[in-house]
C-alpha cells in the first residue's frame, strides 16, 4: 500500500509541466521532499534508503537549478535548441 504513496507525487509534475514549466520544477522538488521524508521516516534502517537520500538530493538541486537556468535557456539560436 505504501508504494501508492511514493508513486502518486510523482505522477503529477509531469501534468503541471505542460502547463508550466517552473511550477511543474517546483512540484519535483516537493515530490522529492517527500519521498526523503517518507524513506527517512519509514524505513530509517532499510538497506535502500541511503541511494533514496543521495537520488533525492540530486532531484531537489537539479531542480532547483533549473528554475534558475531556465531564463537563461531562451539565449541560443534556434537552429541550436
Known sequence: MSI???IAPFLIPPVISI???KL???SIVL???YLLIFSL???PYELNTPFITM???VWILTSIF???YDNYGNCYPP???
Open 4 to 6: 501508492i504513496y511514493l
Open 19 to 21: 502547463l508550466n514549466r
Open 24 to 26: 511543474g520544477y517546483l
Open 31 to 33: 515530490a522529492s521532499l
Open 41 to 43: 521516516y519509514k524505513y
Open 55 to 57: 537520488s533525492t538530493i
Open 66 to 68: 533549473s528554475i534558475k
Open 79 to 81: 537552429y541550436m535548441v
